[in-house]
């Protein structure tokens, strides 16, 4: 069956930086894209970003574009975000999810990552 | 950016009732929005997909309309285990944006 599993919960003091996991399985890892959404507590979803594991283009959010880096490796199927220069509003759980941008939908989602920035 | 709105913010309801959602897209962006069922500590949900399509599996008293920038999801009798929030988002364009989410409770 599908499943994307995501790293543990993270605790990262201002300024850091951080990478949550994603790891595929039960389907071709290259045929879909991956998109990061993410909800703070108590808040709505907030897109981050989307990258093709075949070849690893990506876009990401205006609001984080500068912070942040997504990447895929094709060897474990898993697909990493990065980021960087934390802050305190970037307290939130992290999703990763499959997207079909064509054809049928194929949407998966991983179980959440709290990411908590503390000082 | 594609904004996307929508509406109420919450609900109260009764079960049985029929309740409905709306959200409205900046721009047009044809039937590319789905809607998602997030209940609280778990990931959101699939129901909805080209604004109309329901997931394999979901009961029939969901259902989605809607076509350009004006998008309408309704439950047709509400049940307890329906309460949760949802959300559309759109898929038209990146960035692929939410909408502010909609909390449906028990009245």
Same mark, same amino acid.
Do not use: C, E, H, K
């Given at each position: 069956q599908v499943q994307l599993v995501q790293s543990g919960a993270e605790v990262k003091r201002p300024g850091a930086s951080v990478k949550v996991s994603c790891k595929a399985s039960?389907?071709?890892?290259?045929d879909f894209y991956i998109q990061w959404v993410r909800q703070a507590p108590g808040q709505g979803l907030e897109w981050m970003g989307i990258i093709n594991p075949y070849d690893g283009s990506r876009r990401y959010a205006q609001e984080v574009q500068d912070r942040v880096t997504m990447t895929t490796d094709t060897s474990t199927t898993t697909v990493s975000l990065e980021l960087r220069?934390?802050?305190?509003?970037?307290t939130a759980v992290y999703y990763c999810a499959t997207i079909a941008v064509a054809g049928p939908h194929f949407d998966y989602w991983g179980q959440g990552t709290l990411v908590t920035v503390s000082s | 950016d594609i904004q996307m709105t929508q509406s109420p913010a919450s609900l109260a309801a009764s079960v049985g009732d029929r309740v409905t959602i709306t959200c409205q897209a900046s721009? +047009? *962006? +044809? #039937?590319s929005l789905k809607w998602y069922q997030q209940k609280p500590g778990k990931a959101p949900r699939l129901? *909805?997909? +080209?604004?109309?399509n329901l997931e394999?599996? +979901?009961?029939?008293r969901f259902s989605g309309s809607g076509s350009g920038t004006d998008f309408t999801f309704t439950i047709s009798s509400l049940q307890p285990e329906d309460i949760a929030t949802y959300y559309c988002q759109q898929y038209? #364009?990146?960035?692929y944006t939410f909408g502010q989410g909609t909390k449906l409770e028990i009245k």
């Open positions: 039960g389907y071709t890892f290259t220069s934390l802050r305190s509003d970037d | 721009q +047009d *962006i +044809d #039937n129901l *909805i997909s +080209d604004a109309s394999t599996g +979901d009961p029939s038209d #364009n990146v960035p």
